[in-house]
């Protein structure tokens, strides 16, 4: 199994600034992703992190709002651009080892725009 | 990838079995049936998937049917922790093309275990 630490892991922001959330893991994985889980809602894909080369958006979501980097096999950042209130919802990474068969979450952020 | 259907909720006496289902009519030959779980506040959990056969782990089985068109996640011996939302999801194999390793959330059962 893999350990998925994320910081912070709640954190409140004026609406027009810019906030990077880290993605940690204890193990090299393949595949990480950014999901968001906005307020009585279910996760929603938002982008696969790619080691090495840009990151792969879902319909909906773009990197000028969500630039995603990841510089190696173990960490990965999502940064939520330009806040409004309407990004106030839970940020969670996930990752998937190339062995394993499931993916593992992290604890989330809570991100509040105000 | 291929849809799945839950009840929005469910309620389960404290020791007894859980027993929730999965409707996934479209489920293509390559398809793995996963369930997660979330936990209020926490990430999903991953709890067992499977192909075609039955599988059984130390926290739950999962049937599923001869066609594949549906399934059952069975928690034995319900416990109070063990409620959450319990989301069933269909996937592709490592082999499945642009959607390998995504996992898409639908709306999942709340499950409530009672004293």
């Known amino acids: 199994s893999a350990v998925i630490s994320q910081k912070p892991s709640r954190d409140i922001c004026q609406r027009g600034t810019s906030l990077t959330i880290q993605c940690q893991v204890d193990s090299q994985v393949t595949m990480m992703f950014w999901y968001r889980q906005q307020p009585g809602q279910s996760l929603t894909l938002i982008a696969t992190?790619?080691?090495?080369?840009?990151?792969?958006?879902e319909s909906g979501f773009v990197i000028d709002k969500f630039p995603i980097s990841r510089p190696n096999l173990t960490f990965s950042t999502l940064t939520v651009s330009n806040m409004s209130p309407e990004d106030s919802s839970i940020y969670l990474c996930s990752a998937e080892t190339g062995t394993a068969t499931e993916a593992f979450f992290g604890q989330g952020t809570r991100l509040t725009v105000v | 990838d291929a849809k799945t259907t839950q009840p929005p909720s469910m309620d389960c006496a404290e020791g007894r079995a859980a027993n929730l289902p999965c409707n996934h009519s479209?489920?293509?030959?390559?398809?793995?049936v996963y369930w997660y779980r979330q936990i209020h506040s926490q990430g999903p959990q991953y709890i067992i998937h499977?192909?075609?056969n039955n599988e059984t782990n130390e926290m739950a089985s999962l049937i599923i049917t001869e066609d594949r068109k549906s399934s059952t996640l069975i928690l034995p011996h319900a416990t109070l922790r063990d409620t959450a939302v319990y989301y069933c999801i269909v996937r592709p194999s490592f082999a499945g093309g642009t959607s390998y390793g995504k996992l898409t959330f639908g709306q999942g059962t709340i499950l409530t275990v009672h004293p």
């Open positions: 479209t489920i293509s030959g390559n398809e793995y």
């Open positions: 499977g192909l075609k």
């Open positions: 992190a790619n080691q090495g080369s840009e990151a792969t958006y």
